[in-house]
């Protein structure tokens, strides 16, 4: 379980379509056709600069996160929110 912040929020409000180490893709209808979301989703996830890169979809609504797993590693709320992807993927 992740602590409340926004990431939980994020991570609630999401489906995670694909994960491994390094790459991140969610996705989530809310994103389509929302350009107002869609930078606020950009603006938060980029401004870890444990995270190299974030392309948010306004037309699949889609998010993809790209990182050195180690460095990201090296952030106590940005391991967990890759702990709580591992373990919701591996659900499937």
């Known amino acids: 379980m992740l602590p ?8 609630r ?4 379509s694909s994960y491994i180490p390094g790459r991140i ?3 989530s209808k809310r994103l389509i056709g929302n350009a ?6 950009y603006a ?14 306004m037309v ?12 990201l590693r090296t952030n106590h709320e940005l391991a967990k929110v890759e ?6 993927i591996e659900r499937r």
């Open 60 to 71: 699949t609504g889609s998010v993809l996160i790209k990182y050195q797993p180690g460095l």
């Open 25 to 27: 893709r969610l996705y």
């Open 4 to 11: 409340f912040s926004k990431w939980d929020i994020i991570m």
């Open 83 to 88: 702990q709580y992807v591992v373990k919701r």
């Open 36 to 41: 107002g979301l869609c930078r606020q989703v």
């Open 13 to 16: 409000s999401v489906q995670i």
């Open 44 to 57: 938060y996830i980029s401004s870890y600069h444990e995270i190299d890169s974030v392309e948010v979809n």
